[in-house]
């Protein structure tokens, strides 16, 4: 059987969970419905080459968390590791600019990243998220901040912390890059293996690093982008925290949030919440203002963010105080002739009234289905056996009050009140 089990990383949404998970899949619909977010669904997977351009090659997703694979026909191919690309893709595929200045998207998905399993942190795991794409304005980036942490606030979760940053625009990425391995050379070898293969692959990544002595060592020799961003880039950083002001929004101004995928110019950000544990990162996301054009598209500016599905389970609470999926009625049926009518008479409920109906199928005594009936926590059962087939009556009983009351077969899916 071990062989047999899911894979690694991976989880089976039981129908327990599911139903926690649907009834956090429409708060989060309607949320998107009331910003006028319109949601786009992508397919799992992708040509690998988007991902490469897309995300950038010496990103950790990229050089070491994707799934890929040569199909049959030769074409390479990736299990999305992110949305933001293929929404992208989807946008200029589908020519979404002609059709509108501005689209604001939203999804809610599963991705795949080979990524070391813990709390929080799955191979297989699911985020909502949205991009708005055409906007280079900081009032687009202070919405989607701002929705961000509205979307927690409306789920109740506590102990919230925003960082922000700006790593400004593409122009002065290389300048500043230089800049900073220039300010290491000298301590390279006291870094951290991972950190010395950073510094000429992906410099900015050397401030996620989480080795205390590395944060010691950046503290003290290494120069923030901050300090090396345009002032137009300083001016769109001030609007977008002043407007976050005026919303209430609380942030914190964070130099090292540089964030892990190539794609980001201007904004950055982040949402942690200290109740997760060492995986504290409810969402990120940031402003991409070249991607569209990387990746094939007109220059077209575009903000957003991810969150994580599962981080929001865990943040929101577990889902053991959620009772098994039940129903209305629970159709108690002794006999196979009493358990065909009661099949008919449940169906004709179902349609004409829009309430669920549980029927027997398991032949079980009267006693055992009673216990099932309550096990499930009915508002009714409805019992039917050869006495009631040949009185064309069925016993309805309310399982809150504990009355019960013998019903024409006839009037009670038709006529009978299903009441309280
Ligand atoms: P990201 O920071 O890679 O950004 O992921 C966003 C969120 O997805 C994380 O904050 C975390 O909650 C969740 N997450 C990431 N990896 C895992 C994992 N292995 N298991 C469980 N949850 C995970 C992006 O994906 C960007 N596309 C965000 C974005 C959108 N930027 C602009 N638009």
Redesign the pocket.
């Known amino acids: 059987m071990s062989n047999l089990k899911s894979i690694k990383g991976t989880k089976d949404l039981l129908p327990n969970d599911t139903l926690q998970w649907r009834e956090i899949e429409n708060i989060i619909h309607n949320f998107m419905n009331l910003h006028g977010y319109g949601e786009i669904r992508t397919p799992v997977f992708e040509k690998t080459k988007l991902f490469l351009r897309g995300i950038g090659v010496d990103t950790d ?1 990229v050089s070491k968390e994707m799934y890929s694979w040569t199909d049959q026909g030769g074409e390479n191919l990736t299990l999305r590791p ?3 690309a293929p929404v992208v893709r989807a946008y200029i595929q589908h020519q979404l600019g002609t059709i509108k200045p501005l689209n604001r998207l939203y999804y809610i998905d599963s991705l795949f ?1 080979r ?1 070391r399993p813990q709390k ?4 297989q ?1 699911h ?1 909502f ?1 949205i ?1 708005a794409i055409g906007s280079p304005y900081p009032e687009q980036d202070a919405e989607v901040i701002t929705m961000a942490y509205k979307i927690y606030e409306t789920f109740g979760i506590q102990n919230l912390s925003v960082r922000i940053n700006s790593i400004g625009s593409a122009s002065i990425r290389e300048k500043y890059l230089a800049e900073l391995r220039n300010s290491l050379l000298s301590i390279n070898s006291e870094l951290c293996k991972s950190c010395q293969n950073r510094i000429n692959k992906n410099a900015l990544r050397l401030f996620d690093c989480k080795n205390p002595r590395c944060q010691e060592l950046l503290d003290e020799h290494a120069p923030f982008i901050f300090d090396h961003i345009t002032e137009e880039d300083h001016q769109h950083f001030n609007e977008v925290t002043k407007i976050l002001d005026s919303m209430g929004i609380p942030y914190n101004h964070d130099l090292k949030l540089v ?3 190539d794609y980001y110019t201007q904004t950055t950000f ?1 949402i942690t919440s200290s109740s997760l544990g060492a995986q504290d ?6 402003r ?1 203002d070249k991607l569209v054009e990387e990746l094939g598209g007109k220059p077209t500016p575009a ?6 599905m ?2 929001l389970m865990i943040a929101f609470g577990n889902t053991e105080n959620v009772s098994n999926p039940t129903a209305d009625i629970y159709f108690i049926t002794l006999g196979k002739k009493a358990t065909e009518k009661g099949f008919v008479i449940a169906e004709k409920i179902r349609a004409n009234y829009g309430i669920s109906v549980i029927s027997e199928t398991l032949q079980r005594s009267m006693k055992a289905q009673m216990r099932e009936a309550n096990r499930m926590g009915v508002k009714f059962v409805v019992i039917i056996g050869d006495n009631e087939l040949d009185k064309k009556i069925a016993i309805v009983k309310n399982m809150d009050s504990g009355d019960q009351e013998e019903v024409s077969l006839e009037i009670l899916s038709d006529h009978f009140l299903f009441e309280d």
């Not at 903000?303 to 994580?308: D, K, R």
């Open positions: 997703i992110e949305l933001t990243r990524e929080g942190r799955q191979r795991f985020q998220g991009e964030r892990g995928l982040e990162a409810l969402c990120g996301g940031g991409y903000v957003g963010f991810a969150a994580g599962e981080r």
